[in-house]
């Protein structure tokens, strides 16, 4: 329940700070019974946010570095949102294991940055892995749009744009060569999605009507956050303590 509060609450925000998204081929995206690994470029720290609200109902889990649970204020956020500890330096079995037995045993499905960075290209081997273990298929998308906050303020237009999902069944092993092969057709979809957008994009004007309704709401959503807020600092503490007791 939190975690639709947290997702919708983070991307009504989103709105209100740029109310300028679009979504397409949302038809692409796999009905919400069928567990799948979400991929992505990971281009914006809120890229992973409208990625999660287009494909809502659909809940998800993704991997988080260790360090961003040290901040019990943050940490406690991002666990409520879906997101699991890993050791980037040291990576140990449960990188592969935890998230197998979500995508088999659960009804949350698994998103994944195989770049492992914001701004690198190379595909990595772990979603490759933990597809072919779980027996799921891999639904690629791409994110377009401002990449500062500044940009983001400005409603500069945001495009999320989703491809047709990959199956890997036919991929015997998860060798060097099976491995390589997954990653290909994931680069080669993200290019295509990539090149769509390009060519079919159309800019959307940002009109002075559309800071109306923002303002109206300007209140009540520095209401919601402050509670929020305040909630997070109550109850962070108390999860603490209950997980190490």
């Known amino acids: 329940m939190f975690y639709t509060y947290l997702r919708n609450f983070v991307a009504f925000l989103l709105w209100m700070l740029n109310g300028n998204a679009h979504y397409h081929n949302q038809d692409k995206i796999l009905d919400p019974s069928e567990n799948y690994i979400l991929v992505a470029p990971h281009r ?33 956020w991002i ?3 879906g997101a699991f500890p890993i050791d980037r330096d040291h990576p140990g079995p449960s990188t ?56 983001l303020a400005k409603r500069e237009q945001v495009d999320m744009n989703f491809g047709k999902a990959i ?37 959307h004007r940002r009109m002075f009507l559309g800071y109306i309704p923002r303002l109206i709401l300007l209140i009540p959503a520095i209401i919601i956050t402050l509670l929020t807020v305040l909630f997070t600092i109550i109850a962070a503490p108390i999860h603490k303590k209950l997980k190490k007791s």
């Open 44 to 76: 914006t720290w809120w890229d992973p946010v409208y990625m999660a609200f287009a494909t809502k109902p659909k809940q998800f889990i993704f991997m988080a570095k260790k360090e961003l649970f040290k901040n019990a204020f943050f940490g406690y």
């Open 79 to 81: 666990e409520k949102c």
């Open 167 to 203: 199956d890997i069944s036919d991929i015997k092993k998860m060798d060097g060569a099976g491995i390589a092969e997954v990653a290909r057709r994931i680069e080669t979809e993200f290019d295509r999605l990539d090149a769509e957008l390009e060519a079919t994009k159309v800019p």
């Open 96 to 151: 592969i294991k935890y998230p197998t037995k979500v995508l088999k045993t659960s009804n949350r499905s698994l998103i994944m940055f195989p770049s492992g960075s914001r701004h690198s290209t190379d595909v990595k081997g772990g979603v490759a892995v933990i597809a072919k273990m779980a027996k799921v298929r891999i639904l690629p998308a791409v994110y377009q749009g401002p990449m500062s906050f500044k940009a």
